[in-house]
């Protein structure tokens, strides 16, 4: 089962290239997705966990996310560690047919994404050219840029590296909560489905994605619910559609979830 695809505004906001950072102590509110764009995050710190459709890597080393389109994956963070990463997003036209070497060096990005292990000099300098990105007006500059980007990782990467499995229940119920997260979903339910047994699940939930089932359907709801109080939705409609049984459920839900109410957090927002 493929994980939600999620566009993060991609055709909206931006169409060739999109770069961001973040600092905090945790990671933005997100899921198990996957976008139609590539994605290059470079973590410089933070205890961090990230889950591909057949791996995880969990550690407080500096690293590269490396992820094609249509790649599942979930990163997320414990926040006893500073979380500072910088993301380097583009679209598929913008190297399409750029260079021959092309289909060569995207196999840094492998089959179902790859995380790289590096040096805190090595991650400062791509998040320096990564700047250089940002900053550049003229598009084949940039696009030059790219290519010389991905040609230092490919460098430098260790293809003998050994992965950490992940069961295949962990992924398809991840992938499963996002695009049903307006129903009601038990461990019994998910477990009968994916054929594992009950514990056995919801262990292998909490130790590959640091959190219990019931608290990342919550995340997918709240994340929702989010999107709608920015749309001006009424509560109720919020309510019906991210899988709470009420409008008094969800705000009792959102206040426990966020220290406030929903209309309060609208207000403060606008």
């Excluded at 909560?177 to 009968?192: N, Q, T």
């Excluded at 608290?215 to 929702?224: A, D, S």
């Amino acid at each position: 089962m493929k994980a939600l695809i999620e566009p993060y505004g991609f055709g909206d906001t931006w169409k060739d290239i999109w770069i961001d950072t973040y600092e905090g102590f945790y990671p933005n509110m997100s899921n198990y997705h996957m976008h139609e764009y590539f994605e290059i995050s470079f973590i410089e710190s933070g205890n961090v966990n990230i889950l591909l459709a057949d791996s995880v890597e969990s550690s407080t080393d500096s690293k590269i996310v490396l992820l094609k389109p249509l790649t599942p994956h979930y990163i997320y963070c414990e926040p006893d560690i500073l979380y500072r990463r910088t993301n380097l997003c583009f679209s598929k036209n913008l190297i399409e047919a750029f260079l021959p070497e092309l289909h060569k060096i995207l196999k840094i990005f492998g089959e179902n994404g790859r995380v790289v292990s590096v040096d805190t000099a090595k991650i400062k300098e791509y998040i320096k050219i990564t700047k250089q990105i940002k900053a550049e007006e003229n598009l084949l500059r940039q696009k030059l840029l790219i290519m010389y980007l991905i040609s230092l990782i490919f460098d430098n990467i260790n293809w003998n590296d050994e992965i950490t499995k992940i069961p295949h229940y962990v992924t398809e119920a991840l992938s499963y909560i996002g695009a049903h997260y307006s129903e009601k979903i038990v461990a019994a339910d998910l477990a009968e489905r994916f054929n594992v047994g009950r514990t056995t699940l919801m262990q292998g939930f909490k130790k590959y994605t640091g959190t219990t089932i019931n608290e990342y359907l919550l995340g997918c709801r709240m994340k929702k619910a989010i999107i709608m109080l920015e749309e001006g939705k009424q509560l109720w409609d919020i309510a019906e559609s991210c899988g709470f049984t009420d409008a008094p459920n969800f705000i009792r839900s959102f206040k426990r979830q966020f220290g406030t109410t929903p209309n309060a957090w609208r207000k403060n927002m606008n």
